[in-house]
């Protein structure tokens, strides 16, 4: 009786344990696939704000993660060319990635809705909380990404623009005919409003173009100008320090098939470091701005800064002609109810501005 009881027994704890085993062998191979890797690109370089900013946001996502998500970084277009990244997200070639918006005004139309303006909210943590309202209110900007396959994970907002040259600018009259390199876009629209006259060039010639004289300022972000130096060209250099609104951002944006197989922790986690993102940057920018500005000043660069009262009448000058090329480029896009965006955009601008 002992006997069979026994073999009973020894019986039993075998199929237990071969039900276990199953389970684990069961269970496994879903523990294992919690693992994934994503491919960041960026035609950006591997160092900079842009860099350090990106890799702040993934480096939390894979904290917060517990490392169930990590990330193959590839900077400095190694994976996808800057112009080609909208499509190369699209396709998969990357699972996320930098869009510098400005490089695609026609696909990614709704998402250009705030470059007409120059007077607005003016500090980076502002005018971030300002595009995330407007995005979270404009589903019309959440569409037309998923066209290209693509959900926002982030948005990168610009420091303090400004203007410099070795010819003496001391206010934003003083560009009146000087010929002024401009990325393009709005950019160039609002600065040739003032008289300037705009010269085109990629930012890696601009150097040698204020050098020999072709080119006599260059309007960009504070912190390009210091990234190129241009502060050291001719005897006297002096630079304008422009406190406007910005309306060109970047974006980080995940691939839509990517992220719908994540998990619901997952989305949440990503989602919720993107809009921290913004509160970095902020950091960022201002820490940098202020120690470039006294570098320059170190140098021997004359810095002033434009005042409001220029800026509100630089507003009246360029805004106007700014917004119905706007409304007139959406209805060609074929962009539906975009005199309400463009609205809603205004009031959102009023209600953030300092």
């Known amino acids: 009786m002992n006997w069979g009881k026994s073999h009973f027994n020894v019986h039993r704890n075998m199929a237990i344990a071969l039900i276990i085993g199953t389970l684990i062998l069961f269970f496994a191979p879903s523990a294992m696939a919690k693992k994934i890797t994503l491919r960041y690109a960026s035609y950006n370089p591997p160092r900079g704000m842009g860099a350090q900013t990106a890799i702040w946001?993934?480096?939390?996502?894979?904290?917060?993660?517990?490392?169930?998500?990590?990330?193959q970084q590839y900077f400095g277009g190694t994976l996808i060319k800057a112009r080609e990244t909208l499509r190369g997200i699209q396709r998969g070639t990357a699972d996320?990635?930098?869009?510098?918006?400005?490089?695609?005004?026609k696909e990614l139309q709704t998402w250009t809705v705030a470059e007409p303006f120059v007077q607005g909210p003016v500090s980076?943590?502002?005018?971030?909380?300002?595009?995330?309202?407007?995005?979270?209110?404009?589903?019309?900007?959440?569409?037309?990404?998923?066209?290209?396959?693509?959900?926002?994970?982030?948005?990168?907002?610009?420091?303090?623009?400004?203007?410099?040259?070795?010819?003496?600018?001391k206010s934003l009259i003083d560009l009146k005919k000087q010929r002024v390199r401009c990325a393009g876009g709005y950019d160039a629209l609002h600065m040739g409003d003032f008289g300037a006259k705009i010269v085109f060039l990629k930012g890696s010639e601009v150097?040698?173009?204020?050098?020999?004289?072709?080119?006599?300022?260059?309007?960009?972000?504070?912190?390009?100008?210091?990234k190129y130096?241009?502060?050291?060209?001719?005897?006297?250099?002096?630079?304008?320090?422009?406190?406007?609104?910005?309306?060109?951002?970047g974006l980080v944006t995940i691939n839509l098939d990517t992220w719908n197989n994540l998990?619901?922790?997952?989305?949440?986690?990503?989602?919720?470091?993107?809009?921290?993102y913004s509160?970095?940057?902020?950091?960022?920018?201002?820490e940098l701005e202020k120690e470039y500005i006294e570098n320059m000043k170190t140098?021997?660069?004359?810095?002033?800064?434009?005042?409001?009262?220029?800026?509100?009448?630089?507003?009246?000058?360029?805004?106007?002609?700014?917004?119905?090329?706007?409304?007139?480029?959406?209805?060609?896009?074929?962009v539906s109810g975009a005199e309400q965006l463009l609205e809603r955009t205004e009031n959102l601008i009023r209600k953030y501005t300092e």
């Open 229 to 249: 130096r241009l502060y050291e060209i001719g005897k006297n250099p002096h630079l304008l320090l422009i406190p406007q609104f910005v309306g060109s951002i």
């Open 124 to 169: 980076p943590a502002r005018r971030g909380s300002f595009f995330w309202e407007l995005y979270d209110h404009s589903p019309e900007m959440e569409k037309q990404l998923k066209q290209w396959n693509q959900k926002v994970v982030a948005i990168r907002v610009f420091g303090m623009h400004s203007v410099g040259g070795s010819k003496p600018i």
């Open 57 to 71: 946001m993934m480096d939390e996502i894979t904290k917060r993660s517990k490392e169930d998500v990590n990330f």
């Open 299 to 334: 140098n021997g660069c004359n810095i002033f800064q434009v005042s409001k009262e220029e800026i509100k009448n630089w507003a009246e000058v360029t805004q106007g002609p700014s917004k119905i090329k706007w409304i007139t480029s959406a209805r060609e896009q074929g």
């Open 96 to 105: 996320m990635g930098y869009l510098f918006v400005p490089y695609f005004p």
């Open 279 to 286: 509160r970095i940057q902020d950091e960022k920018i201002r």
């Open 207 to 226: 150097y040698s173009a204020m050098q020999k004289g072709a080119v006599d300022a260059n309007y960009t972000p504070l912190t390009s100008y210091y």
């Open 263 to 276: 998990s619901a922790d997952l989305k949440k986690i990503i989602s919720e470091v993107g809009r921290e």
